[in-house]
Nanobody, 125 residues
Framework: QLQASGGGLVQSGGSLRLSCVAS????????IGWFRQAPGKEREGVSCIDSTGDTTQYVDSVKGRFTISRDNAKKTVYLQMNSLKPEDTGIYYCAADPTWWSGSRWTEPYSYDYWGQGTQVTVSS
């Protein structure tokens, strides 16, 4: 029901734009989170956006470099990633939940009901 795409191999300092396309659910009703998982590490919340696009949150390590946005008419949520660093490497997943979680709850994978398959992002130094 969620499909992430747009990953790839990029040099440090480069940019990528990830897309998360929803099918089978009415995207307008869902907050969307982006997570990433590096080899040997736990899945980490990167950013999230509420159902209207009015409110966003970011983990400190990506603030000022990543921008989350959504186009509900296209059933798509984007993650624009600029000034990429090797530590941004990992599999990126999008997830959906009808609840907008305040505080740090949005960073927890268990807060989301629906998950897409991941897309690999590799940043070379």
């Amino acid at each position: 029901q969620l499909q992430a795409s747009g990953g790839g191999l990029v040099q440090s300092g480069g940019s990528l734009r990830l897309s998360c396309v929803a099918s089978g659910i009415t995207l307008d009703y869902y907050a969307i989170g982006w997570f990433r998982q590096a080899p040997g590490k736990e899945r980490e919340g990167v950013s999230c956006i509420d159902s209207t696009g009015d409110t966003t949150q970011y983990v400190d390590s990506v603030k000022g470099r990543f921008t989350i946005s959504r186009d509900n008419a296209k059933k798509t949520v984007y993650l624009q990633m600029n000034s990429l660093k090797p530590e941004d490497t990992g599999i990126y997943y999008c997830a959906a939940d009808p609840t907008w979680w305040s505080g740090s709850r949005w960073t927890e994978p268990y807060s989301y009901d629906y998950w897409g398959q991941g897309t690999q992002v590799t940043v070379s130094s």
